[in-house]
Every structure is written in C-alpha cells, then in structure tokens.
C-alpha cells in the first residue's frame, strides 16, 4: 500500500490501498486541504507538489506537465498532484506560495 509523507504538514502520513489514483484524489480523500484552481484538469499551476523522495514512484509526466515544464513554470523536483498517479511511496510538501492561510505548516 502506497504511503504519501507531506513533510511540511507535521510530517502528515496517508496510507491508500490504491496505486492508480491521482496523489490530489487521495490527498483529498484524507480530508487534506490542497489548493487546485482548475478543477484539477491540469490547466494552472495550484496544486504543485515538490516531490523531496520517490519521484520513480510517480507515473509518467502527462501532456499538461510537459508543457509547465517547458515553459519553466514546473521545475524537475515538482509535480501536479491533479495529474501524478502514485504508484508506490513518495514524500512531498507544499510549496509556500501554494499554501493555505488556514492551515498549520511545519515549515
């Protein structure tokens, strides 16, 4: 069972039996606040996540990725949660503009 580790939310574990979900969806499904302005269809920027370890564990770069790449607006250790499946077990954080004020941060 996959294991998603958000470092800067208290060091926030979620355990999902599921490996073709999208990390959002499962974030999400834990009743965890993440900023996704798009309606998670890939389209912005807001749901980033800077991925610190399993980067292999994260399926392949979809077409929005690739194109926030190229246009230098998604660096090589960042993701879109809306878009990355997990497939095995990763530890992220939240990237402080994408922060909610209303949350707590450990960082």
């Not at 069972?1 to 355990?15: A, D, F, G, T, V």
């Not at 994408?98 to 450990?106: D, I, L």
Request: proline letters at 2%; charged letters at 35%; aromatic letters at 6%.
């Amino acid at each position: 069972m996959p294991e998603i580790e958000i470092s800067n939310l208290y060091k926030r574990k979620i355990i999902t039996n599921s490996t073709e979900k999208r990390a959002l969806e499962i974030i999400h499904e834990n009743f965890i606040d993440w900023m996704h302005a798009c309606g998670k269809k890939g389209r912005c920027t807001t749901c980033k996540m800077i991925v610190e370890e399993g980067m292999e564990n994260l399926g392949e770069l979809t077409a929005a990725e690739e194109k926030f790449r190229n246009q230098k607006r998604l660096a090589d250790n960042e993701r879109l949660a809306c878009q990355a499946v997990v497939l095995g077990d990763i530890k992220i954080k939240v990237a402080e503009h994408n922060k909610f004020p209303h949350m707590e941060y450990s960082d």
